[in-house]
């Protein structure tokens, strides 16, 4: 029976160092140095890594290896988007790369399908199978690197920006995102700037409780409702954590962090005719007003068999205008790549087993319950 190898890209540099001293006997600075050659220079052959000796290398060639998803399908947008099918196993998550001017930013998946059932995202809609590794995560980014290529020969821009909003609410995963997280942020990894490195929660109080002051990067909530009432028709979530809740641990988390600069971005995606009128504006308004926060209006982008629609330019206008009456920072998110279901709210990847959200429900694994 063979030994299945160790995939290094699971491991964080402590990981890492520790997996080497304890399990290899060798010293901790050669994982710095494998480190180095699979995220700077995106190597998976350990007989490149001209600075390892030969007998550490066979070592590694016996015991482990570098292996990230690979791309079963690309779709390049007329925008310039570009949305990967990713195989992670026997599935596929996607994993969208979005240029614009002089940055570029990659959305990565956290999950195979999502647990959460929100009403109006096309991923909620395809069921749940399970948390992604972190390998899965850093790897999609190892990947697309991989794909973007260099900039000179390639011409498009090398990946600036890392958002987790791609399927799966990323801090049902905590154990894999942290790590990920670390990974993205350390100067052997992928170097970027905590500020380049952003995390989109539905409401996990208990997730965004363990992130303070643990990890240090932006945060963006999905909240798409101004009351309890409205939120929970379209995220049961809310019945498990509420708004206030949600809202007050978020100013805990923004209070112990530097990544944010003070306030929260605030992701709203605009229903016709749901959540979209003047008087939404204005409950939304006050009920921001203790939370600094910048707000991201984000026009609903239709999918097959969508009960909604989005809405007109001038209810989105209106909506925009009445926040902005009481001061608050708004921008309305330009969609890019729905000619290839790229945009927010349509990734679906391929879950297998649709079945599988409710037998995790009712198993009482990794998603949120409803309390009584």
């Not at 926040?323 to 921008?331: H, K, S």
């Amino acid at each position: 029976m063979t030994t299945a190898k160790i995939n290094l890209l699971d491991f964080d540099r402590k990981g890492l160092r520790a997996f080497f001293s304890e399990e290899l006997g060798e010293k901790a600075f050669r994982a710095d140095q494998i480190m180095k050659w699979m995220y700077h220079f995106g190597c998976d052959d350990f007989d490149q890594m001209n600075n390892i000796n030969k007998k550490l290398r066979e070592k590694l060639k016996h015991k482990c290896e570098i292996r990230a998803p690979y791309v079963s399908e690309a779709q390049h947008s007329v925008d310039g988007t570009i949305k990967w099918a990713m195989k992670v196993g026997d599935q596929d998550v996607e994993t969208v790369y979005i240029p614009d001017g002089d940055r570029a930013t990659l959305c990565v998946s956290s999950q195979v399908g999502c647990a959460l059932e929100c009403k109006f995202c096309s991923t909620a809609q395809q069921g749940f199978n399970r948390n992604l590794k972190v390998s899965e995560i850093v790897g999609q980014i190892w990947r697309a690197a991989r794909e973007i290529g260099l900039e000179k020969e390639t011409g498009r821009r090398p990946i600036t920006n890392i958002v987790m909003m791609g399927m799966g609410e990323p801090l049902l995963n905590m154990k894999n995102l942290i790590p990920s997280l670390e990974i993205m942020l350390d100067d052997l990894g992928f170097g970027l700037s905590k500020r380049r490195v952003t995390v989109s929660t539905s409401g996990v109080v208990s997730g965004l409780e363990q992130m303070i002051g643990k990890i240090d990067v932006a945060l963006a909530i999905s909240l798409h409702a101004p009351t309890d009432e409205l939120r929970s028709e379209i995220m049961p979530i809310n019945d498990r954590w509420n708004i206030d809740a949600f809202l007050s641990c978020v100013r805990e988390y923004i209070a112990s962090s530097n990544a944010n600069r003070g306030r929260v971005t605030v992701e709203y995606v605009l229903l016709d005719h749901v959540n979209d009128d003047m008087n939404h504006a204005r409950q939304l308004a006050e009920l921001l007003k203790d939370t600094p926060a910048k707000i991201n209006l984000i026009p609903f982008n239709p999918y097959p068999g969508s009960p909604y629609k989005k809405p007109s330019n001038s209810r989105i206008d209106r909506f925009m205008k009445t926040l902005m009456e009481y001061d608050f920072t708004v921008t309305v998110r330009k969609t890019r790549g729905d000619d290839i279901d790229a945009a927010c709210g349509q990734l679906v990847g391929d879950v297998i087993d649709r079945t599988k959200r409710t037998q995790v429900k009712q198993q009482g694994e990794a998603i949120p319950v409803k309390t009584v």
